[in-house]
């Protein structure tokens, strides 16, 4: 994944040539420099170079995905999304200091929860989460059996102002680049995807 940031009130913008070099990042995240250097012909020095400044600048980033849904294990046949919104007073501080520190709920995060955001609806702020599940019945008691008790003993019982969800049925696309069911393959993207196609931070 790669995205542009702020650092230090100033807006990190990617030059040509490192676009040209985490292009070939989105196409193969475990290629080499020298891989890089051959298929851009930018020198290989440079290409390391470039690519540790992006990486300690925190604008360019790696991890691993366990495709457990439809195009991987398929051990998860049911994703909702919710959007949990917490009463007026729950501040984003309170949240990730008394739960994204706390061992059980990064626990809970990487068992059921897929992606989660922090975000806000008319002033109040919300918790927007996608939760997997073998089939809907387990993800619905997944919600009201762990998640919700969980949020109500660290934020207290009438945290949680509304939640509303929509039922997440087909992956189409990823970061802005991966579509599994198109131009992916053996985790790569597709050597005829054309680089046009391949957004970096330019609109």
């Given at each position: 994944?790669?995205?542009?940031?702020?650092?230090?009130?100033?807006?990190?913008?990617?030059?040509?040539?490192?676009?040209?070099?985490?292009?070939?990042?989105?196409?193969?995240?475990?290629?080499?420099?020298?891989?890089?250097?051959?298929?851009?012909?930018?020198?290989?020095?440079?290409?390391?170079?470039?690519?540790?400044?992006?990486?300690?600048?925190?604008?360019?980033?790696?991890?691993?995905?366990?495709?457990?849904?439809?195009?991987?294990?398929?051990?998860?046949?049911?994703?909702?999304?919710?959007?949990?919104?917490?009463?007026?007073?729950?501040?984003?501080k309170e949240y990730i200091e008394k739960l994204e520190s706390d061992a059980k709920w990064r626990l809970l995060n990487s068992k059921y929860i897929s992606f989660a955001y922090?975000?806000?609806?008319?002033?109040?702020?919300?918790?927007?989460?996608?939760?997997?599940?073998?089939?809907?019945?387990?993800?619905?008691?997944?919600?009201?059996?762990?998640?919700?008790?969980?949020?109500?003993?660290?934020?207290?019982?009438?945290?949680?102002?509304?939640?509303?969800?929509?039922?997440?049925?087909?992956?189409?696309?990823?970061?802005?680049?991966?579509?599994?069911a198109h131009n992916m393959d053996k985790g790569r993207i597709k050597k005829d995807w054309p680089d046009d196609l391949i957004f970096v931070d330019g609109v």
């Amino acid at each position: 994944m790669v995205r542009t940031t702020k650092k230090k009130d100033k807006m990190v913008k990617l030059d040509k040539i490192e676009q040209k070099i985490v292009k070939e990042l989105i196409r193969n995240a475990r290629a080499s420099d020298s891989e890089i250097s051959k298929k851009t012909s930018i020198p290989v020095m440079t290409v390391n170079r470039r690519r540790k400044k992006l990486e300690d600048e925190k604008v360019l980033r790696y991890y691993t995905s366990l495709d457990k849904g439809e195009f991987g294990m398929e051990i998860f046949g049911a994703k909702k999304l919710f959007i949990i919104q917490f009463k007026i007073g729950i501040s984003r501080k309170e949240y990730i200091e008394k739960l994204e520190s706390d061992a059980k709920w990064r626990l809970l995060n990487s068992k059921y929860i897929s992606f989660a955001y922090l975000g806000d609806s008319g002033g109040h702020l919300s918790l927007i989460i996608a939760l997997d599940a073998k089939d809907a019945e387990e993800l619905i008691e997944e919600f009201n059996a762990k998640i919700v008790p969980y949020l109500r003993t660290k934020l207290g019982k009438d945290c949680i102002r509304r939640v509303s969800t929509t039922s997440l049925t087909k992956l189409l696309r990823v970061h802005h680049n991966y579509m599994p069911a198109h131009n992916m393959d053996k985790g790569r993207i597709k050597k005829d995807w054309p680089d046009d196609l391949i957004f970096v931070d330019g609109v």
